[in-house]
């Protein structure tokens, strides 16, 4: 009898199909050629990574400009901004805090603000996918409405300088910042998590509105022989916070190197890495693509399963993670689904980042 480890604690969470629709030329021709080691100038460039004009960096200056000085006080900061206990504010990230302490839905903004704040949310995401976060955002807050467990920080100044707006709150870190920061994708890193059904999810993760991405992982693991998945499977999971970059040194990443995949496993990895970015506007998908691109694309990768952590024993891997030098997404989804997400263009990039 295997003798399982107690469930992870995750203090701050106890605190409280389209999947292929991928099929513009740039970002799909992009996924095929970062799979099969093509040449770079085999591939268009991403026409676009987020800019001051795209509507959820309008929102965010139409916000700003309707802040009162009094509000500013409580929500803006200089782009550098240092807190005593996180670091550089505008790049830390956790599984659940507030950056401010007014909630989006409190008095504290009017209902226009309320609304740009909303447009800013919506403007992030694909369309098809606003009304999923919309049910992660209430199953994670015990019911509440939409902005009642979430604030918001704004660094810098839109339209006249480097900006960027920051949303955060429980399983919720997100960015708008117009390409402020051209090094990284997302504005910086980012975290999702769901609870569909409970702290303690059950197999299949019933009702998780990401738990598919895993599902179409794990085909990949289901595809290796033998000696792959010796390679693929590890033991123990990593701190869950442990996204920072490794660079080029493969020796640093765990799991099988994707150059090691046959064409048909490959073929399957790069729907993986549709659906991974599926959920966000095309800006940030393209952004994304060009900077795993310019490290050297998924052949530059690793895949790992993680034993520890497998609800039901059922060998259907609940933990995973796709690793390259400046690329890192981590999937855990025990006890409950948690995503860490952080991808730059060059390793360099420093991770302020707390579990």
Same mark, same amino acid.
């Given at each position: 009898?295997?003798?399982?480890?107690?469930?992870?604690?995750?203090?701050?969470?106890?605190?409280?199909? /389209?999947?292929?629709?991928?099929? $513009?030329? &740039?970002?799909? !021709?992009? *996924? =095929?050629?970062?799979?099969?080691?093509?040449? @770079?100038?085999?591939?268009? /460039?991403?026409?676009?990574?987020? $800019?001051? &004009?795209?509507? !959820?960096? *309008? =929102?965010?200056?139409?916000?700003?400009?309707? @802040?009162?000085?009094?509000? /500013?006080?409580?929500?803006?900061?200089?782009?550098?901004?240092?807190?005593?206990?996180?670091?550089?504010?505008?790049?830390?990230?956790?599984?659940?805090?507030?950056?401010?302490?007014?909630?989006?839905?409190?008095?504290?903004?009017?209902?226009?603000?309320?609304?740009?704040?909303?447009?800013?949310?919506?403007?992030?995401?694909?369309?098809?996918?606003?009304?999923?976060?919309?049910?992660?955002?209430?199953?994670?807050?015990?019911?509440?409405?939409?902005?009642?467990?979430?604030?918001?920080?704004?660094?810098?100044?839109?339209?006249?300088?480097?900006?960027?707006?920051?949303?955060?709150?429980?399983?919720?870190?997100?960015?708008?910042?117009?390409?402020?920061?051209?090094?990284?994708?997302?504005?910086?890193?980012?975290?999702?998590?769901?609870?569909?059904?409970?702290?303690?999810?059950?197999?299949?993760?019933?009702?998780?509105?990401?738990?598919?991405?895993?599902?179409?992982?794990?085909?990949?693991?289901?595809?290796?022989?033998?000696?792959?998945?010796?390679?693929?499977?590890?033991?123990?999971?990593?701190?869950?916070?442990?996204?920072?970059?490794?660079?080029?040194?493969?020796?640093?990443?765990?799991?099988?190197?994707?150059?090691?995949?046959?064409?048909?496993?490959?073929?399957?990895?790069?729907?993986?890495?549709?659906?991974?970015?599926?959920?966000?506007?095309?800006?940030?998908?393209?952004?994304?693509?060009?900077?795993?691109?310019?490290?050297?694309?998924?052949?530059?990768?690793?895949?790992?399963?993680?034993?520890?952590?497998?609800?039901?024993?059922?060998?259907?891997?609940?933990?995973?993670?796709?690793?390259?030098?400046?690329?890192?997404?981590?999937?855990?989804?025990?006890?409950?689904?948690?995503?860490?997400?952080?991808?730059?263009?060059?390793?360099?990039?420093?991770?302020?980042?707390?579990?």
């Amino acid at each position: 009898m295997t003798t399982r480890k107690a469930p992870p604690r995750c203090p701050d969470c106890e605190e409280l199909d /389209r999947r292929d629709f991928l099929k $513009t030329v &740039s970002v799909t !021709a992009a *996924t =095929a050629a970062i799979g099969t080691g093509l040449p @770079l100038y085999a591939v268009p /460039r991403a026409t676009a990574a987020p $800019t001051p &004009s795209c509507p !959820a960096e *309008t =929102a965010v200056k139409a916000l700003y400009d309707s @802040l009162t000085e009094e509000q /500013r006080k409580v929500i803006c900061f200089p782009w550098d901004h240092m807190d005593k206990e996180r670091g550089l504010l505008r790049t830390h990230v956790s599984n659940n805090w507030q950056i401010t302490k007014q909630t989006v839905a409190s008095d504290f903004f009017t209902p226009r603000q309320k609304g740009l704040i909303r447009e800013v949310f919506t403007g992030l995401f694909n369309p098809e996918w606003v009304s999923r976060f919309d049910k992660q955002l209430r199953d994670d807050s015990g019911g509440k409405p939409w902005g009642e467990s979430q604030s918001i920080a704004l660094f810098g100044k839109p339209g006249e300088e480097k900006f960027e707006f920051v949303m955060t709150g429980r399983h919720l870190t997100i960015r708008a910042d117009g390409n402020s920061e051209n090094h990284v994708a997302f504005g910086g890193p980012i975290f999702h998590g769901h609870a569909a059904s409970g702290f303690n999810e059950k197999p299949g993760h019933p009702g998780n509105i990401f738990w598919h991405q895993a599902v179409l992982a794990n085909k990949v693991f289901q595809m290796m022989d033998g000696k792959q998945r010796k390679l693929a499977l590890v033991e123990n999971t990593p701190d869950e916070s442990a996204v920072g970059f490794h660079g080029p040194d493969a020796s640093k990443r765990t799991g099988i190197p994707v150059s090691e995949l046959s064409s048909d496993q490959k073929e399957v990895l790069q729907k993986v890495l549709q659906s991974l970015i599926e959920p966000y506007r095309k800006e940030d998908q393209e952004e994304v693509m060009e900077c795993l691109k310019r490290q050297g694309g998924l052949d530059k990768c690793h895949l790992t399963f993680y034993k520890e952590g497998d609800l039901g024993d059922d060998e259907e891997w609940d933990n995973w993670r796709l690793e390259g030098p400046a690329f890192v997404w981590y999937f855990r989804g025990y006890p409950h689904v948690h995503i860490w997400i952080n991808v730059a263009d060059d390793p360099s990039v420093k991770l302020n980042a707390r579990g």
